[in-house]
């Protein structure tokens, strides 16, 4: 092909690993010339990536699912060889909402059961004045933030459908939003959440991997025929990919990233704040109160970096949930083959009996086990959702 790679991404700290291996120089020792396009709305990166005017994309990974199923828009299949985003979105709520979660609370207010229990009251007793619904932000329809927010409400009883409003802003404008009212909390990927607490007007109510043990949130992502083209320079993406996230993951190259991450043709925040991120080490609250997760921000760490269509298989039982989709085995397949750990491991040199971390179930702090192969009875378990029949 001619001329640079075109590659869309929006400025979050998930998009790490595609910076660092542009501005680091992974991406070009595979020797590869990568022009990274900043983007502020996730439909904006979809559909230049299926209309190719992006050849790969930083992109949400239902998103991507979606786009294959043909749901919300047209039907171009997509395919993600790794995983850029695990474990990296928070759900961050106003002063306001935050101290009336904590005067109804009872447990431990890291349990993600109890903070959901303690909503629930909220909403009952703000419904029981007359008061407006509280509005919760989310980047996208097809988006974990949608999906993470609405398991965790609706393990605690909240309908999220009609106990509360939901939505769709673009990440950058998450903590504008709260600080003028229009929202009373978000679920966004770093670092917007610490934007919002280090401003004063945001409390981080939890990690998504309080919610969720493993949770695969963006991913590298071509079109399918693009990569049946082009097999040699998405392997080579793919390496580079993996040589930053590598890079990223050493401690001592933490801080050498995050000034590659500051700069404001990428991410366009405080360096420190970025670190943060990286280390897995958030204040969580403007008073500087801070907590530490050795499960948030995984990159290569514990397979991470790896596609488990397992992981897809999940998204794409949300979207059933929700009613975004019908259940059946055909949309399952499709859905599961998005993730593409054959070429992965062919980009990387791996074979069949390569020894690798265990991927590890989904591991939610509610409802039943999830099994890839029973998506409706799992789904049927479930008091809250809108299955379609």
């Known amino acids: 092909m001619t001329g640079p790679l075109q590659v869309g991404f929006i400025p979050l700290v998930d998009a790490a690993a595609l910076i660092v ?9 595979e020797g590869l010339d990568v022009a990274l396009v900043r983007e502020v709305s996730w439909s904006n990166v979809r559909d230049k990536l299926n209309i190719g005017l992006f050849d790969a994309a930083h992109l949400l990974a239902p998103v991507a699912i979606a786009s294959s199923l043909g749901l919300g828009h047209v039907k171009v299949p997509i395919v993600a060889p790794f995983n850029l985003g695990f474990n990296r979105n928070s759900i961050t709520v106003s002063p306001a909402l935050h101290a009336a979660i904590m005067g109804e609370i009872s447990g431990d207010r890291f349990d993600p059961m109890a903070t959901a229990l303690a909503l629930a009251r909220v909403v009952a007793a703000r419904c029981k004045r007359g008061a407006e619904p509280l509005t919760f932000g989310m980047t996208f329809p097809f988006s974990t933030h949608n999906y993470q927010l609405r398991f965790w409400m609706a393990a605690g009883g909240v309908d999220p459908d009609e106990d509360v409003r939901m939505v769709v802003l673009p990440p950058p404008y998450m903590g504008d939003s ?40 963006k991913v590298l992502a071509v079109r399918q025929s693009w990569s049946e083209r082009n097999q040699p320079i998405l392997a080579a993406l793919i390496r580079a990919a993996f040589r930053a996230a590598e890079f990223i993951e050493q401690p001592e190259n933490r801080a050498e990233a995050a000034r590659i991450l500051a700069r404001p043709e990428r991410i366009g925040v405080d360096a420190e704040i970025i670190q943060r991120t990286l280390d897995g080490r958030l204040k969580i609250s403007p008073d500087g109160v801070m907590r530490e997760s050795g499960r948030f921000r995984l990159a ?90």
């Open 178 to 217: 709260l600080a003028s009212g229009q929202i009373d909390g978000f679920c966004v990927g770093a670092p917007w959440n610490s934007i919002a607490v280090d401003r004063g007007v945001g409390h981080i109510l939890h990690f998504v991997s309080d919610i969720l043990v493993r949770a695969a949130e």
């Open 300 to 389: 290569d760490r514990q397979g991470a970096a790896r596609p488990d269509p397992a992981q897809a298989a999940w998204l794409y039982a949300q979207m059933a949930r929700w009613g975004q989709a019908s259940i059946s085995p055909e949309a399952l397949k499709t859905a599961m083959a998005v993730f593409r750990p054959d070429l992965y491991d062919t980009a990387l040199g791996l074979r069949g009996d390569t020894e690798r971390p265990a991927p590890g179930s989904i591991g939610a702090f509610a409802g039943a086990p999830f099994d890839p192969a029973d998506v409706a009875g799992y789904l049927a378990s479930f008091k809250i959702s809108r299955l379609k029949p």
């Open 21 to 29: 291996a542009v501005d680091k120089g992974f991406a070009a020792a």
